[in-house]
Protein backbone atom coordinates (compact mmCIF):
# COMPACT_ATOMS: atom_id res chain seq x y z
CA UNK A 1 0.00 0.00 0.00
CA UNK A 2 1.08 3.56 -1.04
CA UNK A 3 1.52 5.90 2.01
CA UNK A 4 2.80 9.58 1.99
CA UNK A 5 6.40 8.99 1.80
CA UNK A 6 6.14 6.80 -1.71
CA UNK A 7 5.10 10.00 -3.69
CA UNK A 8 7.14 13.14 -5.21
CA UNK A 9 5.75 16.40 -3.51
CA UNK A 10 5.83 20.36 -4.86
CA UNK A 11 6.87 21.14 -1.93
CA UNK A 12 8.15 19.12 1.74
CA UNK A 13 8.14 20.88 5.11
CA UNK A 14 10.18 19.35 7.80
CA UNK A 15 8.89 19.97 11.52
CA UNK A 16 5.33 20.89 12.26
CA UNK A 17 5.31 23.31 14.62
CA UNK A 18 3.67 26.76 13.89
CA UNK A 19 6.11 27.90 11.30
CA UNK A 20 5.96 24.68 9.47
CA UNK A 21 2.32 24.52 9.55
CA UNK A 22 2.54 28.04 8.26
CA UNK A 23 4.43 27.09 5.17
CA UNK A 24 2.65 24.29 4.33
CA UNK A 25 -0.88 25.73 4.79
CA UNK A 26 0.85 28.94 2.11
CA UNK A 27 1.95 26.33 -0.04
CA UNK A 28 -1.36 24.50 -0.27
CA UNK A 29 -2.90 28.23 -0.84
CA UNK A 30 -0.21 28.52 -4.26
CA UNK A 31 -1.61 25.12 -5.31
CA UNK A 32 1.72 23.01 -4.23
CA UNK A 33 1.35 19.37 -2.89
CA UNK A 34 2.33 19.44 0.34
CA UNK A 35 4.01 16.96 2.72
CA UNK A 36 5.08 17.33 6.15
CA UNK A 37 7.48 15.49 7.89
CA UNK A 38 7.46 15.29 11.74
CA UNK A 39 9.58 13.40 13.86
CA UNK A 40 7.24 13.18 16.75
CA UNK A 41 3.79 11.36 17.25
CA UNK A 42 0.76 12.59 16.16
CA UNK A 43 0.01 12.95 20.10
CA UNK A 44 2.98 15.31 20.95
CA UNK A 45 2.34 17.18 17.72
CA UNK A 46 3.32 20.75 17.34
CA UNK A 47 6.88 20.85 18.71
CA UNK A 48 7.73 23.36 20.94
CA UNK A 49 4.75 25.59 19.75
CA UNK A 50 2.13 23.39 21.64
CA UNK A 51 3.93 24.05 24.64
CA UNK A 52 3.49 27.67 24.66
CA UNK A 53 0.92 29.88 26.02
CA UNK A 54 0.10 31.18 22.59
CA UNK A 55 0.71 34.68 23.48
CA UNK A 56 1.61 36.54 20.18
CA UNK A 57 3.01 40.22 19.48
CA UNK A 58 1.92 41.90 16.79
CA UNK A 59 2.05 45.68 15.93
CA UNK A 60 -1.70 47.25 15.91
CA UNK A 61 -2.65 51.17 16.24
CA UNK A 62 -5.99 50.19 18.66
CA UNK A 63 -9.01 48.13 19.77
CA UNK A 64 -9.81 48.13 16.10
CA UNK A 65 -7.70 45.93 15.20
CA UNK A 66 -7.80 44.06 17.88
CA UNK A 67 -11.72 43.40 16.99
CA UNK A 68 -10.63 42.40 13.42
CA UNK A 69 -8.96 39.02 15.42
CA UNK A 70 -11.30 38.90 18.16
CA UNK A 71 -14.92 39.50 16.69
CA UNK A 72 -16.58 38.29 19.72
CA UNK A 73 -14.83 40.64 21.88
CA UNK A 74 -18.25 42.33 23.80
CA UNK A 75 -18.15 45.88 23.95
CA UNK A 76 -18.26 45.87 27.82
CA UNK A 77 -14.88 44.03 27.43
CA UNK A 78 -14.09 46.90 24.98
CA UNK A 79 -15.08 49.32 27.34
CA UNK A 80 -13.12 48.43 30.47
CA UNK A 81 -10.28 47.12 28.89
CA UNK A 82 -7.26 49.64 28.01
CA UNK A 83 -5.72 47.91 25.05
CA UNK A 84 -3.38 50.97 24.33
CA UNK A 85 -1.38 50.72 21.14
CA UNK A 86 1.67 48.99 19.71
CA UNK A 87 2.95 50.42 16.82
CA UNK A 88 5.44 49.25 14.22
CA UNK A 89 7.92 51.42 15.08
CA UNK A 90 7.95 50.40 18.86
CA UNK A 91 7.80 46.75 17.98
CA UNK A 92 10.62 47.32 15.53
CA UNK A 93 12.69 49.65 18.67
CA UNK A 94 12.09 47.08 21.18
CA UNK A 95 13.28 44.36 19.11
CA UNK A 96 16.61 46.54 18.53
CA UNK A 97 16.65 47.85 22.04
CA UNK A 98 16.40 43.71 24.01
CA UNK A 99 19.12 42.38 20.96
CA UNK A 100 21.47 45.08 21.95
CA UNK A 101 20.95 46.73 18.25
CA UNK A 102 22.52 43.18 17.00
CA UNK A 103 18.67 41.84 15.49
CA UNK A 104 19.13 42.35 11.71
CA UNK A 105 17.34 45.26 10.69
CA UNK A 106 15.60 43.64 7.52
CA UNK A 107 14.67 40.57 9.23
CA UNK A 108 13.29 42.30 11.68
CA UNK A 109 11.48 44.72 9.27
CA UNK A 110 9.83 41.60 7.34
CA UNK A 111 8.67 40.68 11.10
CA UNK A 112 7.24 43.60 12.70
CA UNK A 113 5.31 44.76 8.78
CA UNK A 114 4.07 41.49 8.39
CA UNK A 115 3.35 40.75 12.32
CA UNK A 116 -0.56 42.19 12.08
CA UNK A 117 -1.11 40.14 8.89
CA UNK A 118 0.07 37.35 10.25
CA UNK A 119 -3.08 37.74 13.28
CA UNK A 120 -5.05 38.43 10.72
CA UNK A 121 -4.15 35.18 8.23
CA UNK A 122 -4.06 32.79 11.30
CA UNK A 123 -7.66 34.49 12.37
CA UNK A 124 -8.97 33.38 8.47
CA UNK A 125 -7.18 30.05 9.13
CA UNK A 126 -9.76 29.43 12.07
CA UNK A 127 -7.44 30.23 15.11
CA UNK A 128 -9.58 32.21 18.23
CA UNK A 129 -7.93 34.20 19.96
CA UNK A 130 -8.26 36.00 23.14
CA UNK A 131 -7.40 38.91 25.09
CA UNK A 132 -4.30 38.02 27.58
CA UNK A 133 -6.24 38.93 30.17
CA UNK A 134 -4.27 38.72 34.03
CA UNK A 135 -1.03 37.29 32.09
CA UNK A 136 -0.46 41.02 30.10
CA UNK A 137 -2.78 42.77 31.93
CA UNK A 138 -3.70 43.42 35.61
CA UNK A 139 -7.13 44.56 36.53
CA UNK A 140 -6.77 47.63 39.04
CA UNK A 141 -10.33 49.10 39.76
CA UNK A 142 -12.34 46.91 37.65
CA UNK A 143 -10.37 47.90 34.40
CA UNK A 144 -7.33 45.74 32.78
CA UNK A 145 -4.61 48.10 31.51
CA UNK A 146 -2.15 45.97 28.46
CA UNK A 147 1.35 46.48 29.16
CA UNK A 148 4.32 44.69 27.46
CA UNK A 149 3.41 44.65 23.86
CA UNK A 150 1.36 41.55 23.53
CA UNK A 151 -2.52 41.98 23.96
CA UNK A 152 -3.62 38.20 22.83
CA UNK A 153 -3.20 34.81 23.22
CA UNK A 154 -5.19 32.03 21.02
CA UNK A 155 -7.91 30.50 22.37
CA UNK A 156 -6.48 26.81 24.05
CA UNK A 157 -2.78 28.32 24.48
CA UNK A 158 -0.31 25.92 22.34
CA UNK A 159 -2.53 23.72 21.70
CA UNK A 160 -5.78 25.26 20.57
CA UNK A 161 -3.32 27.32 17.93
CA UNK A 162 -1.61 23.62 16.50
CA UNK A 163 -4.59 21.81 16.66
CA UNK A 164 -6.75 24.20 14.17
CA UNK A 165 -3.59 24.69 11.95
CA UNK A 166 -3.51 20.85 11.69
CA UNK A 167 -6.96 20.63 11.09
CA UNK A 168 -6.78 23.32 8.26
CA UNK A 169 -3.78 21.76 6.77
CA UNK A 170 -6.05 18.18 6.42
CA UNK A 171 -9.04 20.25 5.45
CA UNK A 172 -6.63 22.23 2.69
CA UNK A 173 -5.61 18.88 1.83
CA UNK A 174 -2.00 18.96 2.82
CA UNK A 175 -0.36 15.58 4.24
CA UNK A 176 1.76 14.19 7.16
CA UNK A 177 3.88 11.84 8.04
CA UNK A 178 4.29 11.22 11.85
CA UNK A 179 7.46 9.78 13.95
CA UNK A 180 9.27 10.22 10.31
CA UNK A 181 12.87 12.07 11.25
CA UNK A 182 14.46 13.81 8.36
CA UNK A 183 18.16 13.21 7.99
CA UNK A 184 19.49 14.61 5.19
CA UNK A 185 18.51 16.47 2.17
CA UNK A 186 18.78 15.12 -1.18
CA UNK A 187 21.42 17.05 -3.29
CA UNK A 188 21.52 16.64 -7.06
CA UNK A 189 22.33 18.78 -10.23
CA UNK A 190 22.68 21.97 -8.01
CA UNK A 191 19.79 21.66 -6.13
CA UNK A 192 17.63 20.50 -3.65
CA UNK A 193 15.49 17.79 -4.41
CA UNK A 194 14.06 15.86 -1.72
CA UNK A 195 14.87 14.59 2.15
CA UNK A 196 15.93 11.49 3.43
CA UNK A 197 14.32 10.24 6.39
CA UNK A 198 13.85 7.25 9.31
CA UNK A 199 10.89 6.26 9.51
CA UNK A 200 9.80 2.86 10.92
CA UNK A 201 13.54 2.13 11.15
CA UNK A 202 14.14 2.86 7.10
CA UNK A 203 15.78 5.12 5.51
CA UNK A 204 13.67 6.43 2.59
CA UNK A 205 13.76 9.05 0.06
CA UNK A 206 11.16 11.94 -0.80
CA UNK A 207 11.16 13.46 -4.01
CA UNK A 208 10.30 17.66 -3.58
CA UNK A 209 10.80 20.37 -5.87
CA UNK A 210 11.27 22.29 -2.68
CA UNK A 211 11.94 21.85 0.82
CA UNK A 212 10.98 24.16 3.79
CA UNK A 213 13.55 23.43 7.31
CA UNK A 214 11.15 24.35 10.49
CA UNK A 215 12.94 21.98 12.61
CA UNK A 216 12.94 24.29 15.79
CA UNK A 217 16.52 25.07 17.28
CA UNK A 218 19.46 22.66 19.28
CA UNK A 219 17.99 23.06 22.42
CA UNK A 220 17.22 19.54 22.94
CA UNK A 221 20.74 18.46 22.22
CA UNK A 222 22.72 18.29 24.88
CA UNK A 223 25.65 18.22 23.50
CA UNK A 224 25.62 20.65 21.19
CA UNK A 225 24.34 22.88 23.95
CA UNK A 226 27.05 22.17 25.64
CA UNK A 227 29.44 23.30 22.71
CA UNK A 228 27.80 26.06 21.73
CA UNK A 229 26.12 28.06 24.99
CA UNK A 230 28.93 26.74 27.14
CA UNK A 231 29.91 24.53 29.94
CA UNK A 232 27.00 23.95 32.49
CA UNK A 233 24.03 24.16 29.67
CA UNK A 234 24.39 20.25 29.58
CA UNK A 235 22.69 20.43 32.66
CA UNK A 236 19.77 22.99 31.61
CA UNK A 237 16.11 21.87 31.66
CA UNK A 238 14.50 22.20 28.06
CA UNK A 239 10.95 23.36 28.21
CA UNK A 240 9.83 22.35 25.51
CA UNK A 241 10.03 19.12 22.41
CA UNK A 242 12.40 16.71 23.17
CA UNK A 243 12.83 16.89 19.10
CA UNK A 244 14.21 19.47 18.50
CA UNK A 245 17.71 18.51 18.25
CA UNK A 246 19.50 20.81 15.61
CA UNK A 247 18.37 18.35 12.52
CA UNK A 248 17.37 21.19 10.30
CA UNK A 249 20.49 23.43 11.20
CA UNK A 250 22.85 20.53 10.83
CA UNK A 251 21.32 19.42 7.27
CA UNK A 252 21.96 23.10 5.95
CA UNK A 253 25.39 23.32 7.20
CA UNK A 254 25.84 20.03 5.89
CA UNK A 255 24.96 21.63 2.00
CA UNK A 256 27.57 24.92 3.00
CA UNK A 257 24.83 27.25 4.56
CA UNK A 258 26.07 29.73 6.54
CA UNK A 259 25.66 29.51 10.35
CA UNK A 260 24.02 33.08 11.42
CA UNK A 261 22.78 34.97 14.35
CA UNK A 262 24.02 34.32 18.21
CA UNK A 263 25.12 30.68 18.61
CA UNK A 264 26.56 31.07 22.28
CA UNK A 265 22.97 32.43 22.79
CA UNK A 266 19.71 31.19 23.82
CA UNK A 267 16.15 32.24 25.31
CA UNK A 268 16.44 30.46 28.86
CA UNK A 269 13.72 31.55 31.79
CA UNK A 270 13.48 30.87 35.46
CA UNK A 271 12.29 27.11 35.51
CA UNK A 272 10.54 25.26 38.06
CA UNK A 273 13.72 23.32 39.79
CA UNK A 274 12.14 20.05 39.75
CA UNK A 275 10.86 19.82 36.33
CA UNK A 276 11.46 17.27 34.42
CA UNK A 277 14.33 17.53 32.00
CA UNK A 278 12.83 17.82 28.61
CA UNK A 279 9.12 19.24 28.58
CA UNK A 280 6.44 17.86 29.74
CA UNK A 281 2.68 18.18 27.89
CA UNK A 282 0.25 17.97 30.81
CA UNK A 283 1.87 20.43 32.43
CA UNK A 284 3.22 22.60 29.56
CA UNK A 285 4.28 26.18 29.97
CA UNK A 286 3.12 25.42 33.70
CA UNK A 287 6.91 25.15 35.23
CA UNK A 288 7.94 28.91 34.32
CA UNK A 289 8.02 30.93 36.94
CA UNK A 290 7.50 34.68 35.72
CA UNK A 291 5.97 36.66 38.35
CA UNK A 292 9.70 38.01 39.63
CA UNK A 293 8.92 41.67 38.98
CA UNK A 294 6.46 41.05 42.16
CA UNK A 295 9.05 39.69 44.32
CA UNK A 296 12.44 38.54 45.02
CA UNK A 297 15.07 36.58 43.13
CA UNK A 298 17.59 35.16 45.56
CA UNK A 299 20.33 32.27 45.17
CA UNK A 300 22.31 29.71 47.90
CA UNK A 301 23.49 32.73 49.20
CA UNK A 302 20.43 34.58 49.93
CA UNK A 303 21.56 37.41 48.11
CA UNK A 304 19.39 39.16 45.39
CA UNK A 305 21.50 39.00 41.82
CA UNK A 306 19.19 40.72 38.90
CA UNK A 307 16.42 44.08 39.24
CA UNK A 308 13.61 41.95 39.18
CA UNK A 309 11.87 44.98 38.17
CA UNK A 310 14.10 46.09 35.76
CA UNK A 311 11.22 46.50 33.29
CA UNK A 312 8.07 44.39 32.44
CA UNK A 313 8.42 40.72 32.24
CA UNK A 314 8.14 40.28 28.66
CA UNK A 315 11.34 42.32 28.31
CA UNK A 316 13.46 40.47 30.75
CA UNK A 317 11.91 36.77 31.65
CA UNK A 318 14.41 35.31 28.48
CA UNK A 319 17.21 36.32 29.89
CA UNK A 320 16.99 35.55 33.28
CA UNK A 321 16.94 32.47 33.03
CA UNK A 322 20.52 32.44 32.29
CA UNK A 323 21.37 34.52 35.29
CA UNK A 324 19.88 31.64 37.69
CA UNK A 325 22.15 29.40 35.54
CA UNK A 326 24.86 31.03 36.83
CA UNK A 327 24.39 31.37 40.28
CA UNK A 328 25.81 28.82 42.75
CA UNK A 329 24.65 24.99 42.07
CA UNK A 330 22.11 26.67 39.15
CA UNK A 331 19.52 27.52 41.37
CA UNK A 332 17.22 30.52 43.00
CA UNK A 333 14.19 30.98 45.31
CA UNK A 334 11.62 33.38 44.45
CA UNK A 335 10.04 35.01 47.19
CA UNK A 336 6.57 36.45 47.90
CA UNK A 337 4.96 37.97 50.43
CA UNK A 338 0.63 37.59 50.43
CA UNK A 339 -0.07 41.47 49.20
CA UNK A 340 1.36 40.53 45.94
CA UNK A 341 -0.60 36.76 45.93
CA UNK A 342 -4.12 38.22 43.82
CA UNK A 343 -1.23 38.90 41.24
CA UNK A 344 0.80 35.99 40.89
CA UNK A 345 0.39 33.88 37.73
CA UNK A 346 -1.56 30.76 37.31
CA UNK A 347 1.92 28.74 37.05
CA UNK A 348 2.22 29.26 41.04
CA UNK A 349 -0.83 27.46 42.14
CA UNK A 350 0.01 24.33 40.22
CA UNK A 351 0.38 20.83 41.96
CA UNK A 352 3.74 20.38 40.53
CA UNK A 353 4.95 23.77 42.16
CA UNK A 354 8.17 23.64 44.41
CA UNK A 355 6.81 25.65 46.96
CA UNK A 356 7.43 26.54 50.53
CA UNK A 357 5.25 28.51 52.67
CA UNK A 358 5.52 29.63 56.06
CA UNK A 359 3.88 32.96 58.42
CA UNK A 360 7.48 34.21 59.63
CA UNK A 361 10.62 35.12 57.41
CA UNK A 362 12.68 32.60 59.75
CA UNK A 363 11.08 29.77 59.22
CA UNK A 364 10.70 30.22 54.94
CA UNK A 365 14.25 30.78 55.22
CA UNK A 366 14.54 27.24 57.29
CA UNK A 367 12.77 25.66 54.71
CA UNK A 368 14.34 27.42 51.48
CA UNK A 369 16.53 24.14 50.77
CA UNK A 370 20.20 25.18 49.90
CA UNK A 371 19.79 29.08 51.02
CA UNK A 372 21.87 30.54 53.90
CA UNK A 373 19.48 31.80 56.50
CA UNK A 374 21.07 34.45 58.31
CA UNK A 375 22.21 35.90 54.18
CA UNK A 376 18.13 35.37 53.10
CA UNK A 377 17.26 37.32 56.38
CA UNK A 378 20.02 40.53 56.20
CA UNK A 379 18.88 40.80 53.13
CA UNK A 380 15.39 40.95 53.53
CA UNK A 381 16.30 43.44 56.13
CA UNK A 382 18.06 45.45 54.07
CA UNK A 383 15.76 45.60 50.91
CA UNK A 384 12.56 46.24 53.02
CA UNK A 385 14.73 49.56 54.67
CA UNK A 386 15.71 50.69 50.89
CA UNK A 387 12.02 50.81 49.52
CA UNK A 388 10.37 53.89 48.31
CA UNK A 389 7.32 52.97 50.41
CA UNK A 390 5.95 56.56 48.78
CA UNK A 391 5.86 55.73 45.45
CA UNK A 392 2.36 54.28 45.21
CA UNK A 393 2.79 50.43 43.46
CA UNK A 394 0.82 49.92 39.96
CA UNK A 395 2.02 46.48 38.43
CA UNK A 396 0.12 47.45 35.02
CA UNK A 397 2.69 50.92 34.47
CA UNK A 398 6.28 50.68 35.47
CA UNK A 399 5.47 52.74 38.36
CA UNK A 400 8.96 53.82 39.04
CA UNK A 401 8.67 52.38 43.20
CA UNK A 402 12.38 51.71 43.55
CA UNK A 403 14.86 50.82 46.00
CA UNK A 404 17.29 53.06 47.25
CA UNK A 405 21.21 52.21 47.75
CA UNK A 406 21.21 48.47 47.44
CA UNK A 407 24.28 47.15 44.79
CA UNK A 408 21.38 44.88 43.38
CA UNK A 409 18.99 47.49 42.58
CA UNK A 410 14.95 47.03 42.26
CA UNK A 411 13.86 49.98 39.55
CA UNK A 412 9.89 48.96 39.63
CA UNK A 413 6.98 47.34 41.83
CA UNK A 414 9.38 46.95 44.85
CA UNK A 415 7.50 46.32 47.97
CA UNK A 416 8.26 45.21 51.56
CA UNK A 417 8.40 41.52 52.14
CA UNK A 418 6.02 42.15 55.51
CA UNK A 419 3.12 40.32 55.08
CA UNK A 420 2.69 36.88 55.60
CA UNK A 421 1.87 34.25 54.53
CA UNK A 422 5.18 34.47 52.89
CA UNK A 423 5.69 31.44 49.96
CA UNK A 424 8.97 30.81 48.09
CA UNK A 425 9.43 28.59 44.40
CA UNK A 426 12.45 26.90 44.03
CA UNK A 427 14.16 27.98 40.07
CA UNK A 428 16.51 26.45 37.69
CA UNK A 429 17.46 27.27 34.62
CA UNK A 430 15.01 26.37 31.34
CA UNK A 431 16.16 26.94 27.66
CA UNK A 432 13.16 27.54 25.60
CA UNK A 433 15.40 27.64 22.28
CA UNK A 434 18.77 28.65 20.77
CA UNK A 435 19.14 31.88 18.96
CA UNK A 436 21.56 30.66 16.56
CA UNK A 437 20.78 29.14 12.98
CA UNK A 438 20.99 29.43 9.64
CA UNK A 439 20.84 32.85 7.35
CA UNK A 440 18.05 33.36 5.23
CA UNK A 441 17.09 36.53 2.71
CA UNK A 442 13.38 38.26 2.50
CA UNK A 443 12.45 35.17 0.48
CA UNK A 444 13.23 32.97 3.38
CA UNK A 445 15.85 30.98 1.12
CA UNK A 446 18.71 29.49 2.54
CA UNK A 447 22.29 31.60 2.01
CA UNK A 448 25.39 29.70 1.87
CA UNK A 449 28.66 31.83 3.42
CA UNK A 450 28.44 34.02 -0.08
CA UNK A 451 25.30 34.82 0.66
CA UNK A 452 23.95 33.30 -2.67
CA UNK A 453 20.61 31.05 -2.31
CA UNK A 454 20.53 27.69 -2.32
CA UNK A 455 18.58 26.31 -4.58
CA UNK A 456 15.35 25.05 -3.15
CA UNK A 457 16.23 25.34 0.28
CA UNK A 458 13.96 27.71 2.20
CA UNK A 459 13.82 27.92 6.37
CA UNK A 460 11.47 29.54 9.15
CA UNK A 461 10.63 29.17 13.25
CA UNK A 462 13.51 28.92 15.43
CA UNK A 463 16.28 27.86 13.33
CA UNK A 464 16.48 31.09 11.65
CA UNK A 465 19.07 33.00 12.72
CA UNK A 466 19.70 36.43 12.64
CA UNK A 467 16.24 38.26 14.46
CA UNK A 468 17.58 37.01 18.20
CA UNK A 469 20.56 38.47 20.47
CA UNK A 470 21.07 38.07 24.34
CA UNK A 471 17.44 38.27 24.63
CA UNK A 472 13.80 38.19 23.34
CA UNK A 473 10.56 40.14 23.95
CA UNK A 474 7.70 37.82 24.83
CA UNK A 475 5.10 36.71 22.20
CA UNK A 476 7.56 37.40 19.36
CA UNK A 477 8.50 33.41 18.69
CA UNK A 478 5.10 32.50 17.18
CA UNK A 479 4.71 35.80 14.97
CA UNK A 480 8.33 34.71 13.48
CA UNK A 481 7.22 31.07 12.35
CA UNK A 482 3.88 32.81 10.99
CA UNK A 483 5.53 35.30 9.09
CA UNK A 484 8.53 33.20 7.73
CA UNK A 485 7.22 30.88 7.48
CA UNK A 486 4.38 32.22 5.06
CA UNK A 487 7.44 33.76 3.37
CA UNK A 488 9.33 29.90 3.02
CA UNK A 489 5.72 28.34 2.05
CA UNK A 490 5.10 31.04 -0.78
CA UNK A 491 8.53 30.50 -2.26
CA UNK A 492 8.67 26.86 -2.52
CA UNK A 493 5.51 26.73 -3.89
CA UNK A 494 6.72 28.96 -7.13
CA UNK A 495 9.77 27.24 -7.54
C1 LIG B 1 7.08 26.27 27.33
C2 LIG B 1 7.16 27.24 26.18
C3 LIG B 1 6.33 28.35 26.14
C4 LIG B 1 6.41 29.26 25.09
N1 LIG B 1 5.52 30.29 25.03
C5 LIG B 1 5.49 31.10 23.94
C6 LIG B 1 4.46 32.06 23.76
O1 LIG B 1 3.50 32.14 24.55
N2 LIG B 1 4.54 32.87 22.67
C7 LIG B 1 5.53 32.75 21.73
O2 LIG B 1 5.56 33.50 20.76
N3 LIG B 1 6.49 31.80 21.86
C8 LIG B 1 6.49 30.97 22.92
N4 LIG B 1 7.44 29.99 23.01
C9 LIG B 1 8.46 29.89 21.94
C10 LIG B 1 7.83 29.19 20.74
O3 LIG B 1 7.50 27.88 21.11
C11 LIG B 1 8.75 29.09 19.55
O4 LIG B 1 9.32 30.33 19.25
C12 LIG B 1 7.97 28.62 18.32
O5 LIG B 1 6.97 27.72 18.69
C13 LIG B 1 8.88 27.94 17.35
O6 LIG B 1 8.13 27.40 16.29
P1 LIG B 1 8.83 26.42 15.27
O7 LIG B 1 7.77 25.95 14.36
O8 LIG B 1 10.06 27.02 14.74
O9 LIG B 1 9.35 25.20 16.20
P2 LIG B 1 8.52 23.98 16.80
O10 LIG B 1 7.15 24.39 17.16
O11 LIG B 1 9.35 23.38 17.87
O12 LIG B 1 8.41 22.97 15.59
C14 LIG B 1 9.53 22.25 15.14
C15 LIG B 1 9.07 20.86 14.78
O13 LIG B 1 10.11 20.18 14.08
C16 LIG B 1 10.09 18.82 14.47
N5 LIG B 1 11.39 18.23 14.14
C17 LIG B 1 12.59 18.42 14.74
N6 LIG B 1 13.55 17.73 14.11
C18 LIG B 1 12.95 17.09 13.08
C19 LIG B 1 13.40 16.20 12.06
N7 LIG B 1 14.69 15.85 11.96
N8 LIG B 1 12.51 15.70 11.18
C20 LIG B 1 11.18 16.03 11.26
N9 LIG B 1 10.69 16.86 12.21
C21 LIG B 1 11.57 17.40 13.10
C22 LIG B 1 9.78 18.88 15.94
O14 LIG B 1 9.28 17.65 16.42
C23 LIG B 1 8.75 20.00 16.00
O15 LIG B 1 7.44 19.51 15.88
C24 LIG B 1 7.37 29.07 24.06
C25 LIG B 1 8.18 27.93 24.08
C26 LIG B 1 8.08 27.02 25.11
C27 LIG B 1 8.95 25.79 25.08
Known amino acids: MNGPLDKAYDVVVVGAGNAGLSAALTAREHGAD ?63 RVTQY ?15 DAMRWLHAQGVRFLPAYKRQAFEIDGRFKFWGGIAVESAGGGPGLVDTLFEALEKAGGEMAY ?19 VSGGEVREVAAGAVVLAAGGFQANTAWRTRYLGAG ?32 GAHAVPWDLNAPETGDLRVGDGFSKLSYPLGLMVNARGERFVDEGADFRNYTYAKYGHAVARQPDQFAWQVFDDKVTQYLRDEYHIMQATRVRSDTLEDLAAK ?113 GTVFGRIAGASAASV
Not at 179 to 197: D, F, I, K, S
Not at 237 to 263: E, F, K, Q, S
Not at 434 to 452: S, W
Request: a negative charge.
Open 34 to 96: VLVLERGSAEERGGNSRFTAGAMRFAYEGVEEIRSIIPDLSDEEAERTDFGSYPEDTFFDDMA
Open 102 to 116: RAHPDLTDLLVRNSY
Open 179 to 197: RTRAVELVYEGGRVRGVRV
Open 233 to 264: YDLARVRGTWCNTGDGIRMALDLGAMPYGHWS
Open 368 to 480: MEGVDPAGFLAMVEAYNAAVQDDIPFDPNVKDGRCTAGLPVPKTHWATKIDTPPYAAYAVTCGITFTFGGLRIDEKAAVLTFDLTPIAGLYAAGELIGGLYYHNYPGGSGLTS
